[in-house]
């Protein structure tokens, strides 16, 4: 009797509201997780980088299609690069290994275009829109590598 009428109804109370917390941040974490390649993946130098530099790295590594239509405005257009990606990586041999760029590593216009990316995608913003705001946010530093 004392399990019907009161330990039932508390039972049945911590599992809604507990199903009901974890649903709702479950749900928000999950919504905007980006891919990141594994920091094992990262030539020596990426991994003794700062955090910040790493997660750039694992970023572009894993979200080419993201990075291949965002501008650096850090002047590398002069060393040939065409997009923030390239800052990052200079090629995909036909075996999928991917050949790096070490300029990022001594970069920071490079990396927080790239964190700046990172956040606006975690908050839902398109591609269309962060690039938007890499143009306003970083053309006063130079060019745009971009053709």
């Given at each position: 009797m004392l399990f019907k009428r009161i330990l039932f109804p508390?039972?049945?109370?911590?599992?809604?509201?507990?199903?009901?917390l974890s649903g709702c941040s479950g749900q928000a974490a999950d919504e905007h997780v980006l891919p990141m390649a594994p920091r094992s993946q990262?030539?020596?130098?990426?991994q003794s980088a700062p955090v910040t530099v790493q997660q750039a790295y694992q970023f572009a590594v894993a979200n080419p299609d993201v990075l291949q239509r965002l501008p650096c405005y850090c002047g590398c257009?002069?060393?040939?690069?065409t997009s923030n990606y390239a800052c990052y990586v200079a090629g995909v041999e036909a075996s999928g290994a991917v050949k790096f760029?070490?300029?990022?590593?001594?970069c920071s216009i490079c990396v927080d275009i790239t964190q700046d990316a990172m956040r606006l995608l975690k908050q839902g913003q398109s591609?269309?829109?962060?690039?938007?705001?890499?143009?306003?946010?970083?053309?006063?530093?130079?060019a745009s590598n971009m053709p």
């Amino acid at each position: 009797m004392l399990f019907k009428r009161i330990l039932f109804p508390l039972l049945i109370g911590w599992l809604v509201v507990g199903s009901a917390l974890s649903g709702c941040s479950g749900q928000a974490a999950d919504e905007h997780v980006l891919p990141m390649a594994p920091r094992s993946q990262m030539p020596a130098e990426v991994q003794s980088a700062p955090v910040t530099v790493q997660q750039a790295y694992q970023f572009a590594v894993a979200n080419p299609d993201v990075l291949q239509r965002l501008p650096c405005y850090c002047g590398c257009g002069k060393i040939g690069h065409t997009s923030n990606y390239a800052c990052y990586v200079a090629g995909v041999e036909a075996s999928g290994a991917v050949k790096f760029d070490s300029h990022a590593l001594g970069c920071s216009i490079c990396v927080d275009i790239t964190q700046d990316a990172m956040r606006l995608l975690k908050q839902g913003q398109s591609v269309a829109d962060i690039k938007q705001y890499v143009d306003a946010a970083y053309a006063k530093y130079g060019a745009s590598n971009m053709p």
